[in-house]
């Protein structure tokens, strides 16, 4: 490959622009600069910011003040490499890092940049002007974004890199977890891939929780030894978890994994709870010294979980439970609100091999 491409003008791409108001239209793909590669995008899959872009107009306390590319977790195809020699070049398959992080020299451990004031994310609405995202045909990335794909991963399998690393990160923050009691906390793609995770990591028993039976049964094909509903109390907290993974994003699951936790033992809450003042049981956080740590994002994960699909130690295939075409992303995007009947739910883009 090589030499100078006829570049496409653009190509459709999924945009919210208020709550309730999701659209497919065509956007421009622009000249991209030096440093960005153009990517024909295989799948995306769709996360719960983008839902809450859809649903409320509004993830968190990120809200939609213009049209906004929504999509974080994708993969593809380079088209043309950048300009300036970095990066993987033109037919090279590839995952993408989401996140830049902030300028600037505010307070933060150097090597996590996760935490760097100021970090934008792809289909974000933290900042403004806000950051496209790329459920699009095509998109301009910066090439430290890219990610090349190791032979035999496929791209569907690849489109779980993303949120696998945020559950990667997830556990790293519980640290060593080989040998030890794990319960994971809501099973939705988060939950199930931090099972997995869990799995891959050593962890002796693994329980997974949820409202719904859909869930319960990826958690299970992914590694899980038991699983357990929401409202059966008692028997979460007789798990008695070394480690436990909180991927509700609720108060009711964080009471359930405070509870389910053993004496000494740690939380991680890796599902993002609304914003503002949050009802805790932490009088038992207090008495039984558990460790509560939060966990946002990733780093260098991503090139973990790449390795780890590719010599087959991450099993993660169950958690992708639906696929839809560009044209169909609005019932895409039905399917994957629907907690009880879908795990993570793709869009494919045109160019999927
Ligand atoms: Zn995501």
Redesign the pocket.
Known sequence: MGGVHQLPAGGPAVVAHAAGDLRIEDVPLGTPAPEEAVVEVAYG?I???DLHYWLHGAAGESILKAPLVLG??IVGTVLQGAADGTGPAAGTPVAVHPATPGPGAARYPADRPNLSPGCTYLGSAARFPHTDGAFSRYVNLPARMLRALPAGLSLRTAALI??AS?AWHAVARAGDVSGKTALVIGSGPIGALAVAVLKRAGARRIVAVDMHAKPLDIAAAVGADDVLAASDAAAIAAVEADVVIESSGNHHGLASAIQGAARGGTVVMVGLLPAGPQPVLISLAITRELELKGSFRFNDEIDDVITALADGTLLIDPVITHEYPLEDALEAFEMARNSAESGKVLLSFGATG
């Open positions: 899959g996360c719960g910011s974080h977790e993303e949120p945020v």
